[in-house]
């Protein structure tokens, strides 16, 4: 048995294989991006279901027992070690999915399935400390808002102001989030500005000019 076949039976005995990797039947680029796939799914965040707590009441808990790993997930999820900080933004942000919350309380079964969309959005914001981790959670709640006032937009039969409410109303939280993106990067920078050359100019004499050249009127 050749070793590229060895290799592919070590990989059939594999579970969750898709059998067309096995007979090799992808090019490189595909191996590329399923490769790519598969290390991303190695930080895969923590599960969540709804539950009880220790006194017995409705909670949200973790899915996994390897309390260890649940824990730097979390961390790494939220920017904070302090559970008690972790427990206040999640319960902040879980608040703002639709559905979450009614005038009979709070949904259990689908805070659970809300608590794992925002460790999914979080995990990928990947927030560095408390700060980043406030506004990742600020973040997705603008988000959220914005897709639903932008989801009112399209009902049927409203009138054209409440329509037009709709779209000035997502369209200032849109704004809002790309302000929150610009800050995320300028704060995780600390300020700094990147300088970009566009012309060099060699004056007689050999005196050079750098930086942004701007150009009047009539000049060529």
């Known amino acids: 048995m050749t070793k590229n076949a060895k ?3 070590r990989l059939a005995q594999k579970p969750g294989v898709p059998k067309a ?3 090799n039947e992808y090019t490189d680029e595909e191996k590329a991006r399923i490769a790519n796939y598969s290390e991303r799914l190695k930080r895969e965040p923590v599960k969540f279901k709804s539950g009880e707590d220790a006194s017995g009441k409705p909670a949200i808990v ?12 979390v961390t790494e999820a939220l920017g904070t070690p302090n559970k008690e900080l972790q427990s206040f933004l999640l319960d902040q942000v ?27 959005l979080l995990n990928g914001i990947q927030p560095q400390d408390e700060i980043e981790g406030m506004l990742a959670v600020q973040m997705i709640a603008v ?9 009112r937009v399209m009902i049927i039969g409203q009138t054209f102001e ?6 000035n109303r997502a369209t200032k939280m849109l704004r809002t989030f790309a302000a929150q993106m610009e800050a995320l990067k300028r704060y995780r920078t600390g ?15 050999g005196q050079a000019i750098v930086g942004v050249v701007n150009r009047g009127e009539g000049n060529s």
Do not use: P, W
């Open 62 to 73: 973790h899915e996994t027992t390897d309390a260890t790993l649940s824990a730097a997930k």
């Open 143 to 151: 988000h959220n808002v914005a897709m639903e006032t932008l989801r």
């Open 191 to 205: 300020g700094q500005q990147k300088v970009i050359v566009e012309h060099v100019h060699v004056n007689e004499g």
């Open 7 to 9: 290799g592919r039976q």
């Open 21 to 23: 990797l096995v007979k």
């Open 94 to 120: 879980i608040r703002t999915f639709r559905g979450c919350e009614s005038s009979e309380g709070i949904d259990y079964n689908k805070a659970a399935e809300f608590t794992n969309k925002a460790m999914a």
């Open 162 to 167: 409440g329509e037009e409410a709709n779209v």
